[in-house]
């Protein structure tokens, strides 16, 4: 690469910070150039390493995220620019590490508010190391067709409408990033375009100047005339005036020094730019605009005609032969992000997911249209809660308890039924938590657990099927099926279940009807006449309620039915067993348990003296 050039074609850049926005659109940029290649080779992000997915046109790609400057050029070393985003707190000490490394030819620093003496400090370095700095607070610039820095030249529309996806044979330099976008459309309409624009930044002290970069445009062969826009403060007009003046400055030079409404305005005025102060009649804009035109620049009147003066000379320069326009081409179109697009309102997809019970995506999380607010406010408990969230309605108070009730009676029934054992077991030989609860959770099914459901539909078949609690029971019989809800292995007639008589009371005194658990104890005293053991359990007492009480709430014998195959009935057994198990497992662990061992002395070994042998 030449000593005129900054940026070319195979430049590869780091970001320093975490601007994942800034690269996309340097990305955006490379692929609207119709470049190989992502000119950003790595993110340099002391905080985490890894890597960002980003896209190249419709496909992603992965920029790896180095934790420091060191890895970073060692990793790449051809990289030779970096866009250093640290804040005005660090920014200096990291243009410092950056411009002391080997390979890093060019730091553009974006930070504003970095102190005046740091910014001399990094000038007179870089030249001494015979490197580039471009900035402080700058938006950085453009190379067109080659190379983009961060978010310089706006939006994509932008860049396109200005053509910087081709070089063209103009150089452009400003003190402002936001009228260098300006620039870059004047230039657009009226010439072939930008070969190469650059803002230095508003700061008094830039590390490179105005004067610098035009003197970088003189040398280039590709750049045949030059276009400025300094500001008032300051004397580095001055400068560019003495190089015109010196032969130094050849090429065909437009200039405007913007600030000449400042004489109209009472007192001193400051502009945006911490440089933008005319501490002097000779830094003002008027005072440079007339130095410049004495020494030759060519100088419009107002920047109200700014445009004719490019126009016109870069039109005098075609007819004598020394620009040759650039040729236009195509550029790829640049996808526009699904976020953007959607939030612009330009597309729609179809959702996958349905949610209607919940929704968090708004200021405040609600459970079925209830503002969780609200839901403590009120205290709607967990079994206002699974009313929400299972039935998707507000269920009163009465239902809720229920629940509640529910859940306590089932949170456990000792260590020794399986889905507690295994949890003991898998905790003991050192799972965690999730794994161990899941292994117990895993044993509920049919025969352990699932008798709620079961419950649930056998007696609801007999009820709908108008069959006597004798010839119900005479049926099943029949069939050979067991009346799941029916049955316990302590508790009789004589010795009830507390917990039974807890829920069947309960619901006496709040359900308004309980059809089906008036038909459950009618089967029980059919069955107990047998054996005295036969008798309505917890499960078949959950089961039975259950649906009484989802007839209150005014469910459908259908909408009952499809919550039944849901599985919905012994979800509410899963939710409190859970507890029951984590319970255990949290004993184990303080117990500080040992790797669980079943004994031999239980384990009858049943093996024969020889296999049977197959001739």
């Known amino acids: 690469m030449k000593d005129y050039e900054l940026f070319s074609k195979d430049t590869k850049a780091f970001i320093y910070g975490a601007q994942t926005r800034a690269v996309q659109r340097m ?79 060019t730091v553009v620093v974006i930070a504003e508010g970095v102190p005046e003496r740091r910014e001399r400090k990094l000038a007179a370095m870089a030249k001494a190391k015979g490197k580039w700095i471009i900035g402080p607070a700058t938006v950085g610039g453009v190379k067109a067709g080659v190379f983009k820095i961060g978010n310089a030249a706006g939006t994509m529309q932008n860049m396109r409408e200005a053509k910087l996806y081709r070089p063209g044979s103009v150089g452009f330099v400003s003190v402002s990033g936001g009228l260098s976008n300006e620039g870059y459309n004047i230039l657009a309409r009226n010439t072939d375009g930008l070969n190469e624009g650059i803002a230095i930044g508003g700061d008094a002290f830039p590390g490179s100047t105005l004067l610098d970069h035009l003197l970088r445009y003189e040398a280039n062969p590709d750049i045949k005339m030059m276009v400025c826009l300094g500001e008032l403060g300051g004397t580095a007009e001055y400068e560019i005036a003495d190089a015109v003046k010196d032969g130094r400055l050849t090429k065909p030079l437009v200039m405007w020094v913007t600030g000449t409404c400042a004489k109209v305005l009472p007192g001193q005025v400051q502009f945006g730019h911490a440089g933008a102060k005319a501490n002097s009649t000779a830094e003002t804009a008027d005072a440079k605009n007339d130095a410049l035109r004495e020494a030759g620049v060519i100088v419009p009147d107002s920047f109200d005609d700014y445009h004719e003066k490019i126009k016109q000379t870069y039109e005098r320069l075609v007819s004598e032969g020394t620009i040759t326009p650039a040729e236009e081409f195509e550029s790829p179109n640049i996808p526009i992000d699904y976020a953007q697009a959607v939030a612009e309102g330009l597309v729609r997809k179809p959702t996958n997911f349905i949610s209607t019970i919940c929704d968090e995506s708004g200021e405040v999380h609600n459970y079925c249209g209830v503002p969780i607010d609200e839901v403590i406010g009120k205290n709607y408990g967990i079994g206002g809660v699974i009313g929400l969230l299972w039935f998707k309605k507000d269920i009163p108070t009465y239902a809720r308890e229920f629940m509640e009730m529910v859940l306590q009676i089932i949170a456990d029934h000792g260590p020794a039924v399986s889905g507690a054992h295994n949890t003991i077991v898998a905790a003991r030989a050192g799972k965690d938590l999730l794994s161990s609860l899941v292994s117990g959770l895993l044993t509920i099914g049919p025969r352990f657990g699932g008798a709620v459901n079961g419950a649930a539909e056998h007696f609801l078949y007999g009820l709908r099927s108008n069959m006597a609690p004798r010839e119900f029971v005479a049926h099943m019989k029949l069939k050979n099926v067991r009346i799941q809800g029916i049955g316990h292995r302590l508790h009789t007639v004589e010795n009830p279940d507390k917990r039974v008589e807890l829920m069947i009371g309960y619901a006496k005194a709040h359900f308004h009807k309980t059809e089906l658990l008036d038909y459950a104890q009618s089967v029980e005293q059919v069955t107990t006449q047998k054996k005295n053991n036969l008798i309505l359990n917890v499960d078949g007492c959950i089961g039975v309620l259950l649906v009484d009480l989802l007839k209150e709430l005014k469910f459908s014998d259908k909408e009952i039915d499809e919550m039944i195959d849901a599985g919905l009935f012994n979800a509410l057994f899963v939710l409190g067993r859970s507890i029951g198990f984590m319970g255990h497992y949290f004993d184990q662990k303080r117990l500080k348990s040992g790797l669980y061992r079943h004994p031999l002395d239980d384990i009858l070994y049943d093996v024969p003296e020889r296999p049977e042998k197959v001739e």
Do not use: H
């Open 27 to 105: 990305l955006d940029f490379d692929f609207m150039c119709r470049k190989d290649s992502p000119s950003v080779v790595a993110m340099i992000t002391p905080e985490r390493g890894g890597f960002e997915k980003f896209f190249w046109g419709t496909k992603e790609v992965r920029i790896p995220r180095l934790t420091s400057i060191v890895d970073a050029t060692v990793k790449y070393p051809d990289a030779d620019v970096m866009v250093n985003f640290a804040s005005q707190r660090s920014a200096y000490d990291i243009t410092v590490e950056a411009l002391d490394t080997d390979t890093i030819r």
